[in-house]
């Protein structure tokens, strides 16, 4: 049964009819679509557009049925074109031709444009509450490691000094870009409500359409009634925003790889998030890390598919915007679920703070500390570079890290290099005197940690 089947002299090819048919991907939106038609019919019968004991009427049927859905009472039926298709014909089935009224000054392009709303304004939160949940994670750990020593990396290799508390502050700045970015999805293109829209161009009754967004929840009604019905740049910008968040986390599970692995050492997965072998009985697989950044794609897939669907559609309304659904869901669930192992993973990571200081200092991450210090006595950088590069060379050479140095050997080095050096370029020297904001000296990783939580208290409880 379709709601436009007496339009038509002969039946829709039934090939062509499951091609068509998207109910077994949009019943996910069934508490949608019912509020929905609830807020519009309140509206009917506020405005007298059908009598008030009618509007009653429909709106008990649909509140049963979505009880009755929610607890399994009534499964929802995937012979139907669509959810919209559904609930109406489920309902004329059920109270009989009052039910019919429900569609009154409405079409189902307004009609999916609310749901599609209403579902990622709820998702969004759910997103929000998770973003909010790991950072507060993040801001804990790195509060205990501002001490943690560690090498940082550029091109792989070792670089300068930063601690396990710094390095984690990278990634609760990214995720606090990432919360910040989808509370203005909301803010940006989901605030309005489409309903009254109609097809494309309204209707022809005395609807209030502001009571509705009211209704609902929205702040404000979309103002132009073919973007109303045509608009999914909601669903854009919460899949960048997700590409985004699931690119973050893969970094770090790139790096928790690395870091974890018997080469480096530095960290340990727990046996509740790794995997073993089938074969190799030694193996303590990282596979939820591997998963998370495998994943990563599928969501970058769903943007892309959408920016393809969406270009060159001419207004309004095309039926390739059905298109909008499957993978975006996909791409929702993904990136909860992505977010929530990564958030219970490294709540349960152990540090080896032992091999991380280990790696620091033995290297030559301090040598821009040895050209500094002959710069603090006047020399020009570029020729402090020049005795700190022999610095490097010498040890190289020799096969020793800066601390078995001496200050005869460092003074033959350069005559501007003292018994003062071998403090300097210690690691914990470096650290303690890299106090720009941002930079890795502990304090300055304490204050930038207060911050954060200033920060992250901007989105309150939620
Ligand atoms: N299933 C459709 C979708 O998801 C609902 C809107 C149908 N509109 C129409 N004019 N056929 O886009």
Same mark, same amino acid.
């Given at each position: 049964?379709?709601?436009?089947?007496?339009?038509?002299?002969?039946?829709?090819?039934?090939?062509?009819?499951?091609?068509? /048919?998207?109910?077994?991907?949009?019943?996910?939106?069934?508490?949608?679509?019912?509020?929905?038609?609830?807020?519009?019919?309140?509206?009917?019968?506020?405005?007298?557009?059908?009598?008030?004991?009618?509007?009653?009427?429909?709106?008990?049927?649909?509140?049963?049925?979505?009880?009755?859905?929610?607890?399994?009472?009534?499964?929802?039926?995937?012979?139907?074109?669509?959810?919209?298709?559904?609930?109406?014909?489920?309902?004329?089935?059920?109270?009989?031709? +009052?039910?019919?009224?429900?569609?009154?000054?409405?079409?189902?392009?307004?009609? +999916?444009?609310?749901?599609?709303?209403?579902?990622?304004?709820?998702?969004?939160?759910?997103?929000?509450?998770?973003? =909010?949940?790991?950072?507060?994670?993040?801001?804990?750990?790195?509060?205990?490691?501002?001490?943690?020593?560690?090498?940082?990396?550029?091109?792989?290799?070792?670089?300068?000094?930063?601690?396990?508390?710094?390095?984690?502050?990278?990634?609760?700045?990214?995720?606090?870009?990432?919360?910040?970015?989808?509370?203005?999805?909301?803010?940006?293109?989901?605030?309005?409500?489409?309903?009254?829209?109609?097809?494309?161009?309204?209707?022809?009754?005395?609807?209030?359409?502001?009571?509705?967004?009211?209704?609902?929840?929205?702040?404000?009604?979309?103002?132009?009634?073919?973007?109303?019905?045509?608009?999914?740049?909601?669903?854009?910008?919460?899949?960048?925003?997700?590409?985004?968040?699931?690119?973050?986390?893969?970094?770090?599970?790139?790096?928790?790889?690395?870091?974890?692995?018997?080469?480096?050492?530095?960290?340990?997965?727990?046996?509740?998030?790794?995997?073993?072998?089938?074969?190799?009985?030694?193996? /303590?697989?990282?596979?939820?890390?591997?998963?998370?950044?495998? =994943?990563?794609?599928?969501?970058?897939?769903?943007?892309?598919?959408?920016?393809?669907?969406?270009?060159?559609?001419?207004?309004?309304?095309?039926?390739?915007?059905?298109?909008? =659904?499957?993978?975006?869901?996909?791409?929702?669930?993904?990136?909860?679920?992505?977010?929530?192992?990564?958030?219970?993973?490294?709540?349960?990571?152990? +540090?080896?703070?032992?091999?991380?200081?280990?790696?620091?200092?033995?290297?030559?991450?301090?040598?821009?500390?040895?050209?500094?210090?002959? +710069?603090? =006595?006047?020399?020009?950088?570029?020729?402090?570079?020049?005795?700190?590069?022999?610095?490097?060379?010498?040890?190289?050479?020799?096969?020793?890290?800066?601390?078995?140095?001496?200050?005869?050997?460092?003074?033959?080095?350069?005559?501007?290099?003292?018994?003062?050096?071998?403090?300097?370029?210690?690691?914990?020297?470096?650290?303690?005197? /890299?106090?720009?904001?941002?930079?890795?000296?502990?304090?300055?990783?304490?204050?930038?940690?207060?911050?954060?939580?200033?920060?992250?208290?901007?989105?309150?409880?939620?």
């Amino acid at each position: 049964m379709k709601l436009w089947q007496n339009v038509f002299s002969t039946d829709i090819d039934s090939l062509a009819d499951a091609f068509n /048919r998207s109910i077994n991907f949009d019943k996910q939106l069934y508490r949608y679509d019912i509020l929905g038609t609830v807020a519009h019919v309140d509206m009917l019968a506020k405005q007298q557009i059908i009598p008030k004991d009618e509007g009653e009427q429909i709106i008990d049927a649909l509140k049963t049925l979505l009880t009755d859905i929610d607890s399994g009472a009534v499964v929802i039926d995937e012979t139907y074109e669509d959810i919209h298709s559904f609930v109406e014909l489920y309902l004329t089935e059920k109270i009989g031709s +009052v039910a019919k009224k429900m569609h009154t000054g409405r079409s189902r392009n307004d009609q +999916v444009a609310l749901d599609m709303k209403l579902y990622v304004l709820d998702q969004v939160k759910a997103m929000q509450d998770t973003l =909010k949940e790991l950072i507060g994670s993040l801001i804990q750990t790195a509060q205990a490691h501002t001490e943690t020593i560690m090498p940082a990396f550029t091109h792989l290799r070792k670089a300068q000094p930063s601690t396990y508390g710094h390095y984690l502050c990278a990634y609760i700045e990214m995720f606090l870009r990432d919360l910040k970015k989808i509370t203005l999805v909301k803010e940006v293109c989901l605030n309005s409500m489409p309903l009254g829209s109609g097809a494309c161009c309204g209707n022809t009754y005395d609807i209030d359409r502001m009571y509705v967004a009211e209704q609902l929840g929205f702040e404000d009604i979309t103002y132009n009634s073919l973007d109303g019905v045509a608009d999914r740049d909601y669903v854009l910008d919460f899949l960048y925003a997700m590409s985004m968040i699931c690119m973050h986390m893969s970094r770090y599970c790139e790096e928790l790889i690395l870091f974890s692995s018997e080469q480096f050492s530095y960290l340990t997965i727990a046996q509740a998030y790794s995997s073993g072998s089938s074969m190799m009985p030694q193996k /303590r697989n990282p596979d939820m890390a591997e998963l998370i950044r495998g =994943k990563t794609g599928r969501v970058y897939g769903a943007l892309l598919q959408m920016l393809t669907t969406m270009k060159a559609l001419p207004l309004t309304y095309n039926k390739d915007m059905q298109e909008d =659904k499957e993978n975006f869901f996909d791409a929702v669930n993904t990136t909860l679920s992505s977010l929530r192992i990564f958030t219970a993973m490294h709540q349960t990571i152990a +540090v080896n703070k032992e091999a991380m200081y280990h790696a620091a200092r033995d290297s030559y991450i301090t040598a821009v500390d040895a050209a500094d210090y002959l +710069v603090k =006595k006047g020399i020009p950088f570029r020729d402090a570079y020049g005795a700190a590069a022999k610095l490097v060379n010498y040890c190289i050479d020799k096969n020793i890290y800066f601390y078995d140095l001496t200050a005869k050997e460092v003074i033959a080095i350069h005559p501007d290099f003292d018994a003062g050096l071998l403090k300097a370029i210690t690691v914990e020297n470096s650290l303690a005197l /890299r106090k720009q904001i941002g930079s890795p000296a502990p304090a300055m990783v304490a204050a930038s940690l207060e911050k954060y939580r200033e920060r992250l208290a901007v989105f309150g409880d939620s």
